[in-house]
């Protein structure tokens, strides 16, 4: 089959498309072929060998993949063959054909297109960050940092879906401050000096509740305008910094602040993601959100791909297609 594969360590140019082994299931395994795959700025960052899940070269990249179910491992029971799923992959989904843990594998509703499902990563985590980690409660200010992106754009319609009063979201250029407005944002900011935006927009309380996939100075700036009671929820290192504060406003104002991976559940609790899961599929089909496709590629311009989300141009989910 065929798949792209990491090399070496490095720029884009270093994702090669190439023939590689087919795989064959485990007991609790399924063999998926692939329909699509969706990139994820983890990617990005174990491709460039600075990303603390990475594999070392080579090996095959991408966290998810929706597809047709065509083997099935010996204990592997409640799948079959031939039956539309959508996959958190084990061994990395840029690839005709896909293993996943059969615990880490959903069937697809009928009236939910493949792309609808595409970024099962990004709707977990943006579902996860706002209520296992947030506690999202009704009528609280969400803050979404890089609101345009892949669960950014999930996010700011999932707060106003699950009862977010003011959504304010973040974003890198001023170009894509309309996208995150006709996702349902009541305002959107830049970066810089976004904290006194926000205080300056909620009566100097702050928002009740953060989401942070940036961290280093972000973080700080995020710390100056949490709300008393808030909850700074921090997911990613996009930046490449990591974030710093003083414990001091923790306890006297009750902030609290949270660390959520959905790869974490992945390795260590899988089973708990599938009501998460169940949940955004009904969100899905109630019309409530909706998974934005900001770029299509054949699964050969994988290298493209990844530049076009390094460049930070891109909005929405970019899609691979094998």
């Given at each position: 089959m065929k798949a792209i594969v990491v090399e070496q360590n490095g720029p884009p140019e270093h994702l090669c498309y190439?023939?590689?082994?087919?795989?064959?299931?485990?007991?609790?395994?399924?063999?998926?072929r692939t329909s699509l795959t969706s990139l994820n700025y983890a990617d990005v960052q174990a491709r460039r060998g600075g990303y603390?899940?990475?594999?070392?070269?080579?090996?095959?990249?991408?966290?998810?993949?929706?597809?047709?179910?065509e083997a099935l491992g010996a204990a592997v029971r409640g799948l079959a063959?031939?039956?539309?799923?959508?996959?958190?992959?084990s061994g990395g989904s840029y690839a005709e054909k896909v293993l996943a843990k059969a615990v880490l594998t959903y069937p697809v509703p009928n009236d939910l297109p493949d792309e609808a499902v595409a970024g099962l990563t990004a709707l977990v985590t943006a579902y996860n960050t706002l209520t296992w980690a947030g506690r999202l409660q009704p009528n609280e200010t969400v803050l979404v940092h890089a609101a345009a992106g892949g669960v950014g754009s999930l996010a700011v319609q999932m707060a106003k879906a699950l009862g977010a009063g003011l959504v304010i979201g973040t974003v890198g250029h001023p170009a894509k401050a309309g996208f995150v407005r006709s996702l349902g944002a009541?305002?959107?900011?830049?970066?810089?000096?976004?904290a006194e935006q926000v205080l300056e927009r909620t009566q100097q309380k702050g928002a009740d509740l953060i989401l942070d996939s940036v961290a280093g100075e972000?973080?700080?700036?995020?710390?100056?305008?949490?709300?008393?009671?808030?909850?700074?929820?921090?997911?990613?290192?996009?930046?490449?910094?990591?974030?710093?504060?003083?414990?001091?406003?923790?306890?006297?104002?009750?902030?609290?602040?949270?660390?959520?991976?959905?790869?974490?559940?992945?390795?260590?609790r899988p089973e708990l993601l599938r009501p998460t899961v169940e949940a955004v599929f009904a969100l899905l089909r109630s019309g409530k959100i909706q998974l934005h496709v900001g770029a299509r590629f054949r699964l050969e311009q994988a290298a493209q791909a990844q530049a076009l989300m390094e460049?930070?141009?891109?909005?929405?989910?970019?899609?691979?297609?094998?």
């Open positions: 190439r023939e590689v082994p087919e795989p064959s299931p485990g007991p609790d395994e399924v063999l998926v603390e899940a990475g594999s070392p070269p080579p090996f095959i990249p991408g966290l998810d993949a929706v597809g047709v179910v063959l031939g039956q539309r799923v959508a996959v958190f992959a009541d305002a959107v900011v830049g970066y810089e000096g976004f972000v973080f700080s700036q995020g710390m100056r305008c949490l709300a008393p009671f808030g909850r700074l929820v921090v997911y990613g290192h996009a930046s490449g910094q990591a974030g710093s504060f003083e414990t001091r406003p923790l306890h006297r104002q009750t902030k609290a602040v949270i660390g959520y991976s959905s790869g974490h559940y992945r390795r260590n460049s930070r141009q891109s909005t929405g989910k970019i899609l691979l297609y094998p």
